[in-house]
């Protein structure tokens, strides 16, 4: 059992620092990948960037450039930075823990997902 817990978040200014926290209890491993989601009313969940556990990201093309994955594995936490954010990002923010787990042969992945912090960007 994964647990996830999101901080960071607000009315935000276009331009300027911002940090999403996440932090993940239980049994995070080796082979499990954090990933910040995004989910606008009314559209599909969104993968906006994920982080393996080797420190390899990968990030939807809209952010590349503006936004920045990171983890520190000692602690199971995952960090999201931005540069920039456009008014139509405007949404919640959702950290997830792709989980791996079995054993030999028979492996399954199981997502656990935060409560999703709210982030509105104000001009």
């Known amino acids: 059992q994964v647990q996830v817990v999101e901080s960071g978040g607000g009315l935000v200014q276009p331009v300027g620092s911002l940090r999403l926290s996440c932090v993940g209890s239980g049994t995070i491993g080796s082979s499990d990948v954090m990933n910040w989601y995004r989910q606008a009313a009314g559209k599909e969940r969104e993968l906006v960037a994920g982080i393996t556990y080797g420190g390899s990201t990968s990030y939807a093309d809209s952010v590349k450039g503006r936004f920045t994955i990171s983890r520190v594995n000692a602690n199971d936490r995952m960090y999201l930075q931005r540069i920039s954010m456009k008014p139509e990002e405007t949404t919640v923010y959702y950290c997830?823990?792709?989980?791996?787990?079995?054993?030999?042969?028979?492996?399954?992945?199981?997502?656990?997902w935060g409560q999703g912090p709210q982030v509105t960007v104000s001009l």
């Open positions: 997830n823990v792709d989980h791996m787990t079995g054993s030999g042969g028979s492996w399954k992945s199981i997502k656990y």
